[in-house]
């Protein structure tokens, strides 16, 4: 009887552990949110420059076209082409490993679709990082001779892009998370913990180092998707 009682107090135990390091993980993830929400908000309302530098989200399940976020990402890109505050769309980003078929262009279908002239909108069919999206628009924006970008994407990434770029002549735009429903939360919850992770590669290793484990994750995780 004493064991049993001893293993009873061992579970609660665990559990109050459990839920205490869980309540405190939920608190950094919501003051982590309101940070990053102010850094979006006090953004210059009336900004404008050369290019919109947007970056990609995410693809649908199968590959064949963007997700949600890339389009909510492509949303704000034409909000700024259409109310003049950019007058070109650099995409970057959206390269698809051993598998590229033209998949970084379906951000710039996507603006087309939508009224984007295509003689506006420039293509990166190279990166596949965060990093490796800002070399390549940076890139760009050298050879076009754009003195000045907004650096597009979800506010999470847009807050990291910031970060890391440093630039008085980028500025940042992006979109308001839509809390709809439960599954929006855990969405975004296991969008700030990859934020954290990308933060630790940061400060761990170096851009090359960085982009090589980046890579190799993304090509492992791509190759598993198709055996399972």
Known sequence: MKQYWS?????????????FVLLVDITIV????????????????????????LFFGDYT???LDIGTNSKNRANVAIHLFETGKINYIVCVGGYYFKDWQGKPHYMSKYLINKGISPDVITNDSLS????????????????????????????????????MIQDNNIYYASYPYNFAG???????????HHEFISHT????????????????????????????
């Not at 940070?35 to 009336?46: A, E, G, L, M, S």
């Open 182 to 192: 439960y599954w929006d939360y855990w969405v975004f919850y296991k969008a700030v």
């Open 128 to 163: 596949y990082n965060t990093i490796t999206n800002w070399q390549q628009g940076k890139k760009i924006m050298a050879d076009f001779n754009y003195k000045s970008a907004i650096a597009i994407s979800d506010p999470l990434h847009v807050f990291r892009i910031s970060l």
């Open 30 to 53: 919501y003051l982590y949110y309101r940070h990053v929400d102010n850094f979006i908000n006090t953004q210059p309302k009336n900004l404008s420059a050369d290019a919109g530098i």
């Open 61 to 63: 399940k199968e590959a």
């Open 201 to 228: 590669l940061s400060f761990l290793f170096h851009d090359k180092l960085r982009n090589k484990i980046v890579y190799t994750y993304r090509a492992f995780k791509l190759t598993a998707r198709k055996i399972f």
């Open 7 to 19: 293993e009873i107090k061992a579970f609660i135990l665990l559990c109050t552990i459990f839920i």
